[in-house]
């Protein structure tokens, strides 16, 4: 097969989409080379001639990417206006795999997506107006597809429930953990110990419930917040007892994982939460928001807290350190399951079967 695989948003600073995009295509990578080709393909910003490359670096896959200013706007025209199939950028494809940004028209063979959650649908006023458009715009596309891959069981009931989707075209593809979340490697030292929580900054992450959680814990822990900038309203991070971050690059994040006391995550909403199984991977004990949308990631091996509650979650923090030499196996145990390559399988698997 020649599968069209877009990598678009790898134009822009990794964020959970992106590393699942980078992750599922390297995966994909290793289980149909040499016998299928890969074309990992993006109409894109000046940047993107830029970042691309260094993120499909190393895979044999056959990169095309064609120069436009305004890409944005392009790939939002060129989805809506349903003409000029991706054939004539590409040639012929056997299948076109589509992400986030866009999804362009095409004229024959299989056609493919990934919905990594429905949260603009359930909680617009979560996401940007931008994040809205461009995601409602695509998921009425997914009546379209041949498959439509998820990341967990959950999002996949909820494509089924909310978009309508056959439940036969949907398949469950959840994420790998890279290589780099490994309990061996160095250790970051804050000088105290600290609690990580991994988000970008936006209002569905609820950083709130552990900045409050943190007050209540009279100094215990630092708080430790990694992730970039993001947008709408957000608590106050600058003060005592709380060390913002910025965005680590992959082998800082795992320095981080294996130097904290525990890893908190307390988002309202995921389509999966790979942080979790990345700190588990990492040998620390984790809790998670008790939402379930984070049910798959965290299994039995995380502790779990109301994300509306602050002292629920100062209470499962400490029980988390106190139950650390319990927690660690189980979560090194749960996190071995998540690899890249059983995505690349499944993602193989689903076309073959079609074909």
Known sequence: MRIAFDVSPLSHEPTGIGNYIRGSLAGLADVAAPEHEIVAFAPTSAEGLRRIPQQVAGLPVTLKLRFLPYAHHWRQAWSLAGRLGVERFLGPVDVLHYTDWMFPPQRSGLRSTMIHDLVPLHHRDWVTGRTYSMHTRKYRDAQNCDTVFVNSAFTGRDVVETLG???????????????????????????????????????????????????????????????????????????????????????????????????????????????????????????????????????????????????????????????????????????????????????????????
Request: glycine share 10%; charged share 25%.
């Open 165 to 355: 989707v056959d439940p036969a075209r949907i398949h469950v593809a959840e994420p790998g953990v890279a290589p780099v979340y490994t309990i061996e490697g160095a250790r970051t030292d804050l000088g105290e110990p600290y609690v990580l929580t991994v988000a970008t900054l936006e209002p569905r992450k609820n950083l709130g419930v552990l900045v409050a959680a943190q007050e209540l814990l009279d100094g215990r822990f630092l708080l430790a917040v990694a992730g970039g900038a993001g947008w709408g309203e957000q608590p106050a991070l600058d003060r005592p007892g709380i060390r913002r971050l910025g965005r680590p690059g992959d082998e800082e994040l795992a320095a981080l994982y294996r130097g904290a006391a525990v890893v908190a995550y307390p988002s309202r909403f995921e389509g999966f939460g790979i942080p979790i199984v990345e700190a588990m991977a990492s040998g620390v004990p984790v809790v998670a928001s008790s939402h379930p949308s984070l049910d798959e990631a965290a299994g039995d091996a995380a502790l779990r807290a109301d994300p509306d509650d602050p002292q629920a979650w100062a209470n499962a923090l400490r029980e988390a350190v106190d139950r650390r030499d319990e927690l660690v196996p189980l979560g090194l145990e749960h996190a071995r399951r998540f690899t890249w390559r059983r995505v690349g399988e499944i993602m193989l698997v689903a076309w073959e079967s079609l074909r």
